[in-house]
Protein backbone atom coordinates (compact mmCIF):
# COMPACT_ATOMS: atom_id res chain seq x y z
CA UNK A 1 0.00 0.00 0.00
CA UNK A 2 3.02 2.27 0.10
CA UNK A 3 4.06 2.37 -2.69
CA UNK A 4 -0.03 3.11 -4.34
CA UNK A 5 -0.41 6.97 -5.80
CA UNK A 6 -1.59 9.69 -3.44
CA UNK A 7 -5.00 10.75 -5.46
CA UNK A 8 -7.07 13.80 -5.39
CA UNK A 9 -10.60 14.08 -6.76
CA UNK A 10 -12.35 17.76 -7.00
CA UNK A 11 -16.01 17.31 -7.01
CA UNK A 12 -17.65 15.34 -4.05
CA UNK A 13 -21.04 15.38 -5.25
CA UNK A 14 -23.26 11.85 -6.01
CA UNK A 15 -21.21 10.55 -8.73
CA UNK A 16 -17.45 11.98 -6.84
CA UNK A 17 -18.48 10.76 -3.49
CA UNK A 18 -18.75 7.57 -4.76
CA UNK A 19 -15.90 7.72 -6.62
CA UNK A 20 -13.74 8.67 -3.33
CA UNK A 21 -15.61 5.85 -1.16
CA UNK A 22 -13.93 3.56 -3.93
CA UNK A 23 -10.38 4.76 -4.22
CA UNK A 24 -10.45 5.19 0.07
CA UNK A 25 -11.53 1.26 0.48
CA UNK A 26 -8.89 0.46 -2.01
CA UNK A 27 -5.95 1.71 -0.03
CA UNK A 28 -5.55 5.15 -2.22
CA UNK A 29 -4.62 8.13 0.25
CA UNK A 30 -7.41 9.98 -1.12
CA UNK A 31 -7.80 13.93 -0.58
CA UNK A 32 -10.86 15.74 -1.76
CA UNK A 33 -12.26 19.22 -2.29
CA UNK A 34 -15.79 20.55 -3.07
CA UNK A 35 -17.41 23.68 -2.67
CA UNK A 36 -19.68 22.23 -0.32
CA UNK A 37 -18.72 22.16 3.50
CA UNK A 38 -21.31 19.57 3.76
CA UNK A 39 -19.74 17.34 0.92
CA UNK A 40 -16.65 17.85 2.12
CA UNK A 41 -17.54 16.96 5.56
CA UNK A 42 -18.91 13.83 4.43
CA UNK A 43 -15.85 12.85 2.71
CA UNK A 44 -13.52 13.16 5.87
CA UNK A 45 -16.34 10.85 6.91
CA UNK A 46 -15.34 7.93 4.73
CA UNK A 47 -11.73 9.01 5.72
CA UNK A 48 -11.11 11.16 3.21
CA UNK A 49 -8.16 14.44 3.52
CA UNK A 50 -9.88 17.43 2.80
CA UNK A 51 -8.17 19.72 0.63
CA UNK A 52 -8.47 23.66 0.74
CA UNK A 53 -8.53 24.43 -2.70
CA UNK A 54 -7.02 22.88 -6.08
CA UNK A 55 -4.01 24.28 -5.83
CA UNK A 56 -3.11 22.38 -2.76
CA UNK A 57 -4.28 19.81 -3.49
CA UNK A 58 -2.01 19.16 -7.04
CA UNK A 59 0.52 19.77 -4.63
CA UNK A 60 -0.04 16.52 -2.78
CA UNK A 61 -0.82 14.27 -4.99
CA UNK A 62 0.47 12.00 -8.54
CA UNK A 63 -3.12 11.73 -9.82
CA UNK A 64 -6.25 13.77 -9.61
CA UNK A 65 -9.68 13.32 -11.04
CA UNK A 66 -12.64 15.33 -12.03
CA UNK A 67 -15.74 15.04 -11.86
CA UNK A 68 -17.56 18.83 -11.93
CA UNK A 69 -20.66 20.03 -13.86
CA UNK A 70 -19.27 21.73 -17.40
CA UNK A 71 -16.28 22.23 -19.22
CA UNK A 72 -15.78 26.52 -17.27
CA UNK A 73 -15.78 24.45 -14.47
CA UNK A 74 -12.81 22.06 -15.53
CA UNK A 75 -10.62 24.70 -16.94
CA UNK A 76 -11.07 26.76 -13.67
CA UNK A 77 -9.59 24.03 -11.20
CA UNK A 78 -6.87 23.48 -13.32
CA UNK A 79 -6.00 27.07 -15.07
CA UNK A 80 -7.29 29.15 -12.39
CA UNK A 81 -5.29 31.06 -9.64
CA UNK A 82 -5.38 28.70 -7.52
CA UNK A 83 -5.35 25.98 -10.27
CA UNK A 84 -4.13 22.33 -10.41
CA UNK A 85 -1.58 23.67 -12.95
CA UNK A 86 0.70 25.69 -10.74
CA UNK A 87 1.22 23.23 -8.02
CA UNK A 88 1.18 19.77 -9.67
CA UNK A 89 4.75 17.97 -10.34
CA UNK A 90 5.78 16.92 -13.41
CA UNK A 91 4.46 13.18 -14.72
CA UNK A 92 1.36 13.54 -12.70
CA UNK A 93 -1.96 13.25 -14.34
CA UNK A 94 -5.45 14.58 -14.63
CA UNK A 95 -8.12 12.60 -15.49
CA UNK A 96 -11.36 14.36 -16.79
CA UNK A 97 -14.35 12.20 -15.39
CA UNK A 98 -16.76 15.25 -16.32
CA UNK A 99 -18.66 15.05 -18.84
CA UNK A 100 -18.29 17.98 -21.14
CA UNK A 101 -17.90 19.28 -25.01
CA UNK A 102 -14.98 17.56 -26.71
CA UNK A 103 -13.63 21.05 -27.80
CA UNK A 104 -13.33 22.14 -24.16
CA UNK A 105 -10.72 19.02 -23.49
CA UNK A 106 -9.09 19.82 -26.36
CA UNK A 107 -8.63 23.02 -25.15
CA UNK A 108 -7.30 22.12 -22.27
CA UNK A 109 -4.86 19.26 -23.60
CA UNK A 110 -3.69 22.41 -25.86
CA UNK A 111 -3.03 24.63 -22.73
CA UNK A 112 -1.38 21.66 -20.79
CA UNK A 113 1.52 20.83 -23.33
CA UNK A 114 4.61 21.73 -22.40
CA UNK A 115 3.82 21.47 -18.80
CA UNK A 116 4.96 18.17 -18.31
CA UNK A 117 1.52 17.09 -16.80
CA UNK A 118 -0.26 14.07 -18.62
CA UNK A 119 -4.16 14.24 -19.38
CA UNK A 120 -6.69 11.57 -19.57
CA UNK A 121 -9.92 12.44 -20.85
CA UNK A 122 -12.28 9.58 -19.69
CA UNK A 123 -16.06 10.44 -18.95
CA UNK A 124 -17.95 7.51 -17.53
CA UNK A 125 -21.30 5.95 -17.70
CA UNK A 126 -22.87 3.86 -14.68
CA UNK A 127 -24.49 6.69 -13.17
CA UNK A 128 -24.85 7.08 -9.06
CA UNK A 129 -24.94 3.05 -8.76
CA UNK A 130 -21.76 2.46 -10.58
CA UNK A 131 -20.41 5.19 -9.18
CA UNK A 132 -21.15 3.76 -5.08
CA UNK A 133 -20.41 0.00 -6.47
CA UNK A 134 -17.09 0.80 -8.19
CA UNK A 135 -18.63 -0.43 -11.46
CA UNK A 136 -18.19 2.76 -13.58
CA UNK A 137 -17.57 2.13 -17.45
CA UNK A 138 -14.48 4.53 -18.36
CA UNK A 139 -14.00 5.82 -22.26
CA UNK A 140 -10.73 6.86 -21.88
CA UNK A 141 -8.55 8.89 -24.24
CA UNK A 142 -4.95 9.36 -23.84
CA UNK A 143 -1.04 8.30 -24.39
CA UNK A 144 -0.68 4.55 -24.00
CA UNK A 145 2.32 5.41 -21.73
CA UNK A 146 -0.43 6.96 -19.27
CA UNK A 147 -3.41 4.80 -19.39
CA UNK A 148 -0.82 2.07 -18.27
CA UNK A 149 0.37 3.97 -15.45
CA UNK A 150 -2.45 5.33 -14.56
CA UNK A 151 -4.07 2.04 -14.95
CA UNK A 152 -4.56 1.16 -10.98
CA UNK A 153 -6.06 4.56 -10.41
CA UNK A 154 -8.65 3.97 -12.84
CA UNK A 155 -9.51 -0.02 -11.66
CA UNK A 156 -10.45 1.30 -8.68
CA UNK A 157 -13.48 3.25 -9.55
CA UNK A 158 -14.22 1.46 -12.63
CA UNK A 159 -15.41 -1.86 -13.88
CA UNK A 160 -14.40 -1.79 -17.56
CA UNK A 161 -11.93 0.78 -19.05
CA UNK A 162 -12.28 1.30 -22.59
CA UNK A 163 -9.70 2.52 -24.72
CA UNK A 164 -11.25 4.90 -27.28
CA UNK A 165 -8.47 6.89 -28.77
CA UNK A 166 -5.22 8.18 -27.80
CA UNK A 167 -6.01 11.77 -28.60
CA UNK A 168 -7.86 14.29 -26.30
CA UNK A 169 -11.76 14.68 -26.90
CA UNK A 170 -12.27 11.06 -28.38
CA UNK A 171 -13.42 10.37 -24.82
CA UNK A 172 -15.67 12.79 -25.19
CA UNK A 173 -16.82 12.05 -28.08
CA UNK A 174 -17.94 8.38 -27.57
CA UNK A 175 -19.33 9.71 -24.45
CA UNK A 176 -21.95 11.88 -26.38
CA UNK A 177 -22.72 9.16 -29.14
CA UNK A 178 -23.94 7.12 -25.77
CA UNK A 179 -26.05 9.89 -24.06
CA UNK A 180 -27.66 10.32 -27.51
CA UNK A 181 -28.97 6.57 -27.34
CA UNK A 182 -29.28 6.79 -23.17
CA UNK A 183 -31.60 10.09 -23.26
CA UNK A 184 -33.26 8.78 -26.14
CA UNK A 185 -34.75 5.21 -24.44
CA UNK A 186 -35.18 7.13 -21.25
CA UNK A 187 -37.70 9.86 -22.93
CA UNK A 188 -39.43 6.55 -24.75
CA UNK A 189 -39.59 5.39 -21.38
CA UNK A 190 -41.21 8.09 -19.94
CA UNK A 191 -43.92 8.27 -22.50
CA UNK A 192 -44.53 4.63 -22.59
CA UNK A 193 -44.69 5.13 -18.95
CA UNK A 194 -48.09 7.62 -19.34
CA UNK A 195 -49.24 5.54 -22.08
CA UNK A 196 -49.68 2.65 -19.69
CA UNK A 197 -51.20 5.12 -17.05
CA UNK A 198 -54.06 6.41 -19.09
CA UNK A 199 -54.78 2.88 -20.14
CA UNK A 200 -55.03 1.99 -16.59
CA UNK A 201 -52.49 -1.04 -16.57
CA UNK A 202 -50.74 -2.04 -13.57
CA UNK A 203 -46.47 -0.28 -13.43
CA UNK A 204 -46.10 -3.56 -11.91
CA UNK A 205 -46.85 -5.60 -15.25
CA UNK A 206 -45.50 -2.70 -17.35
CA UNK A 207 -41.97 -3.08 -15.25
CA UNK A 208 -41.80 -7.47 -15.53
CA UNK A 209 -42.77 -7.21 -19.34
CA UNK A 210 -40.49 -4.42 -20.20
CA UNK A 211 -37.38 -6.24 -17.69
CA UNK A 212 -38.01 -9.19 -19.65
CA UNK A 213 -38.78 -8.52 -23.08
CA UNK A 214 -36.06 -7.45 -26.10
CA UNK A 215 -36.60 -3.89 -24.67
CA UNK A 216 -35.17 -4.67 -21.04
CA UNK A 217 -31.82 -2.90 -20.31
CA UNK A 218 -30.59 -1.28 -17.00
CA UNK A 219 -31.86 2.12 -18.29
CA UNK A 220 -35.38 1.51 -19.22
CA UNK A 221 -35.60 -1.24 -15.85
CA UNK A 222 -33.93 1.40 -13.41
CA UNK A 223 -36.53 4.51 -14.98
CA UNK A 224 -39.43 2.57 -14.96
CA UNK A 225 -38.74 1.45 -11.27
CA UNK A 226 -38.46 4.87 -10.27
CA UNK A 227 -41.16 5.88 -12.16
CA UNK A 228 -43.67 3.31 -10.89
CA UNK A 229 -42.47 3.70 -7.12
CA UNK A 230 -42.79 7.59 -7.36
CA UNK A 231 -39.11 8.16 -6.86
CA UNK A 232 -38.68 11.51 -8.43
CA UNK A 233 -36.00 13.30 -6.44
CA UNK A 234 -32.90 11.98 -4.15
CA UNK A 235 -32.17 8.87 -6.75
CA UNK A 236 -28.65 10.38 -7.49
CA UNK A 237 -29.62 10.98 -11.31
CA UNK A 238 -30.55 14.68 -11.18
CA UNK A 239 -32.27 16.32 -14.20
CA UNK A 240 -29.70 18.96 -14.75
CA UNK A 241 -27.18 16.16 -15.71
CA UNK A 242 -28.80 14.56 -18.45
CA UNK A 243 -30.08 17.75 -19.82
CA UNK A 244 -26.39 18.93 -19.87
CA UNK A 245 -25.21 16.19 -21.51
CA UNK A 246 -28.27 16.41 -24.01
CA UNK A 247 -26.98 20.02 -25.37
CA UNK A 248 -23.61 18.39 -25.63
CA UNK A 249 -24.79 15.70 -28.10
CA UNK A 250 -27.17 18.65 -30.22
CA UNK A 251 -24.15 20.85 -29.79
CA UNK A 252 -21.80 17.97 -31.76
CA UNK A 253 -24.69 17.01 -34.31
CA UNK A 254 -25.16 20.54 -35.36
CA UNK A 255 -20.95 21.06 -35.92
CA UNK A 256 -21.21 17.77 -37.78
CA UNK A 257 -24.60 18.38 -39.80
CA UNK A 258 -25.73 14.86 -38.49
CA UNK A 259 -29.90 14.83 -38.03
CA UNK A 260 -30.61 13.37 -34.45
CA UNK A 261 -34.23 13.78 -34.79
CA UNK A 262 -35.08 11.14 -31.75
CA UNK A 263 -32.57 12.71 -29.45
CA UNK A 264 -33.89 16.13 -30.18
CA UNK A 265 -37.36 15.16 -28.84
CA UNK A 266 -35.36 13.53 -26.39
CA UNK A 267 -33.87 16.96 -25.56
CA UNK A 268 -37.16 18.75 -25.15
CA UNK A 269 -38.52 16.50 -23.35
CA UNK A 270 -36.04 17.11 -20.58
CA UNK A 271 -36.12 20.76 -21.08
CA UNK A 272 -40.33 20.58 -20.31
CA UNK A 273 -39.10 18.83 -16.73
CA UNK A 274 -36.12 20.80 -16.04
CA UNK A 275 -38.11 23.81 -16.65
CA UNK A 276 -41.28 22.33 -14.49
CA UNK A 277 -39.32 20.48 -12.06
CA UNK A 278 -36.21 21.98 -11.57
CA UNK A 279 -34.91 19.86 -8.69
CA UNK A 280 -36.14 16.70 -10.08
CA UNK A 281 -34.21 13.58 -11.22
CA UNK A 282 -34.37 12.36 -14.48
CA UNK A 283 -37.69 10.51 -14.24
CA UNK A 284 -39.68 13.91 -13.33
CA UNK A 285 -40.31 14.14 -16.92
CA UNK A 286 -42.64 11.30 -16.55
CA UNK A 287 -44.75 13.90 -14.37
CA UNK A 288 -44.93 16.31 -17.27
CA UNK A 289 -46.67 13.76 -19.24
CA UNK A 290 -48.39 12.38 -16.75
CA UNK A 291 -49.99 15.45 -15.85
CA UNK A 292 -50.96 16.64 -19.75
CA UNK A 293 -53.21 12.88 -19.96
CA UNK A 294 -54.46 13.39 -16.21
CA UNK A 295 -52.63 9.53 -15.46
CA UNK A 296 -50.35 8.39 -13.37
CA UNK A 297 -48.04 5.02 -13.25
CA UNK A 298 -47.98 3.03 -10.28
CA UNK A 299 -47.41 -0.16 -9.11
CA UNK A 300 -50.92 -0.90 -8.89
CA UNK A 301 -53.50 1.22 -10.92
CA UNK A 302 -56.66 2.20 -9.48
CA UNK A 303 -58.28 1.85 -12.75
CA UNK A 304 -59.86 -1.38 -13.54
Known amino acids: ?22 LIQNGFETFGFDLSVQRSEAFKALGGNAAADPHEM ?10 VMNGRQVEDVIFGDRGLIHSMKPGSGIIVTATIKASEIRAVAG ?8 LIDSPVSGGFPGAQSGTLTMMAAGSEDSLNQ ?11 IHRVGAEAGMGQTVKACLQSLIGSAFSATFEAAALAAKAGVDGEVLHKVFSTSGAGCGVVNTALENIIDRKFEGTGSHINTMYKDLTIVMDMARELGVPLNTAGCAMQLFQAG ?10 IVTKVIEEIVGAELHRKSSIK
Not at 111 to 118: A, C, D, R
Open 111 to 118: QLQGSKIQ
Open 58 to 67: GSLVDAVFIM
Open 150 to 160: FAPVMEAVSKT
Open 1 to 22: MANKKKVGLIGLGDMGSGMAKN
Open 274 to 283: KTKYPNGDNW
